[in-house]
């Protein structure tokens, strides 16, 4: 494994000889979007949110060595470092909480120990903790004039704490279904405050926060605690760079403003989701504590969402604005009541927002600009929101150099209704109906190729792709893994291996780099746990596998899955990679370049090859050093030229 500085260069992570490296990893980890204590099992009604703190994750330090061990032993040479906006700067605007900075550079210290390079993630899901998910401090809420504490009873924002009872033996609740939190994106809190943050200056103009408009002061005071991680980082040879922000939603930016969208169509080819079909109008009425009554999509039996019912929101007709406080969008006159309705008015200017040329560029720029006071070296690792690829958004043409396409992909399937059947399988995007694996293969390799695409035309001669998060849930069946273990099997991963393969031959065949989400420390075989947030479970490792027997990969979950032979850094250019799981065959395409120092190092598990390997290297004369109880093999070329490289299992 390389230890050289890593950097990017075009389309390609090369080290400090010119070496080409792969970056293949994991993110750590999912319980760093709650402070310890405060998972979304644990009842909290959010009242200390200035005072939390969320020093121990993702781990004490005294058990990082352990946690960091297990992951570089299983063959991950990088980390999505994660931490949240909230971890940073909860006590107040411009209050950062210093221990914990100091925490987390020692983790990321640490990681470099075990010889693991790192980006970092500041991670967000549906705006923050108090609307149902993760990452801006609670205080943002009371700074625009929100009050966090009404949500649940508005319909304002579906949270854990609010509709989950924690009193009763059953894990899995009508009221809170599993997965249901990504519905907050399209109710009213994430909708105020994601288009107050891309746009406030375009829509509310006037609306000022300690003399700037809300947009400059919620955008300055995330880049602000980006800049205060930053600097603690900056001299870290063995850190990439910055994502720009987790899956950041767009608010209501480009929809017009009193649009329901029910069906694609030629101004919106988008298939709708199903769920309430709520117009950015409908969030303000009800925010505003009016009640409203909207379409509600189902599938069909085709698999397509369509209306077939209505919804009363918020019929008690509670407003979420503070007392004292009005709202902006009404003070901007992009809406008015009339007769106990919203109704628009004056130009549609949340319509007119362009998210790729309004939002995304300059947004981009200012978070490379940011981190690059620090280490002008470092790579962005530029996110969009979940939807813009399967909408045919695109990044901008114009992206700050050293920029990593890091976009994310599941089988949203499978993510969604937590199984996994290749004989009964559906494309969650199409709706297609797919009963093989092969036909869920092809699908993998379609869906990634298109983010490989996107990549390879960045200007500049193309950009990395690194996908930074895909994975599968391990409570697939309701957790019928867990029973069969907690009754003695040990054998329970079968489907989780199956689907694991299929994602790393798909990245494998078109050279991705990757982070998989995710390691999380505290994971639990619990329906109502998991990885301490919204009942995710897809944690790569838990406490509750462990067996005691000694082995460094005790607790991992399906790990012949991820945990495959592959080539971290080769001394030349590589041409092409493959595992076929039936045989444990390896094989891989090098132009290899005497010039270049160093060496090509293969990770070669124990787990597929317990009784050792075998190496054939042809095309050019070369030293092969074979290492199985290290699990690596290093080959050093004497001569440039194509060298294919095959890995079996001994015997």
Known sequence: MTRLPIRQHGPLFLDADGGQVMLRGVNLGGDCKVPPGQGTHVFSDFADHRTVSFIGRPFPLEEADEHLGRIARWG??????????????????????????????????????????????????????????????GWTFEAVGL?????????????????????SPEKLQAAYPRMSWGSNYRLPANGIMWTLFWAGRTVTPDFLIDGVNVQDYLQGHYLGAVDQVA?????????????????????????????????????????PRIGPALAPLDGLAMARGLSVEVPVLTRDAAGAAVPTTTQLFNPGGVSIWREGASCPFETAGRYRIEDGAAVATGADVIAAIDPTDDIYRPFFNKVADTIRAHQPG??????????????????????????????????????????????????????????SLGAI?????????????????FAGGGAPTLIGEFGIPYDLDDGEAYDRWAAGERAVWDQHEAA?????????????????????????NDLAVGDGWNQEDLSIWSIDQQTGSGDPSDGGRAVPGFSRPWVRRAQGRIRGVAFALETRRFTAEIDADAGIGGVTDLYVPLVHYPAGFVLRCEGVPAEVELDPAGQRAAIRATASGPMRIEILPAG
């Not at 890091?406 to 709706?431: E, I, Q, V």
């Not at 092809?442 to 390879?456: C, H, N």
């Not at 694991?500 to 639990?524: E, K, P, V």
Request: charged share 20%.
């Open 378 to 435: 470092w790579s962005l690792f530029a996110e969009m929101d979940v939807f813009a690829h399967l909408a045919g958004r695109r990044f901008p043409a114009d992206l700050p150099d050293r920029t990593v396409n890091a976009s994310h992909w599941y089988d949203m399937g499978m993510l969604y209704l937590k199984r996994f059947d290749p004989a009964n399988h559906r494309d969650a995007a199409t709706g297609r109906a797919e009963t």
């Open 147 to 167: 009050d966090f504490a009404k949500f649940d009873a508005a319909g304002a924002a579906h949270v854990m704490q609010a509709r989950y009872d924690y009193a």
């Open 76 to 137: 991950f040479n990088t980390l999505r470092l994660l931490t949240t906006w909230e971890a940073v700067e909860h006590a107040g605007p411009g209050l950062y909480d210093t221990a914990y900075l100091d925490y987390f550079a020692e983790v990321a210290r640490k990681a470099g120990e075990h010889g693991l390079h790192l980006f970092v993630d500041f991670h967000q899901d549906v705006w923050s903790r108090m609307s149902g998910g993760d990452g801006a401090p």
């Open 441 to 457: 293969s092809a699908r993998y390799q379609r869906q990634l190729g298109g983010f490989a695409s996107e990549g390879a035309d």
């Open 500 to 524: 694991l393969t299929l994602m790393y031959d798909a990245m494998d065949a078109l050279g991705l780099h990757s982070t998989q989400w995710n390691y999380t420390a505290s994971n639990r």
């Open 231 to 271: 600097r603690r980082l900056a001299a870290m040879p063995h850190v990439l760079g910055f994502d720009s922000l987790n899956e950041p939603s767009l608010g209501w930016a480009g929809q017009p403003i009193a649009y329901r969208h029910l069906a694609a169509s030629d101004a919106n080819p988008e298939r």
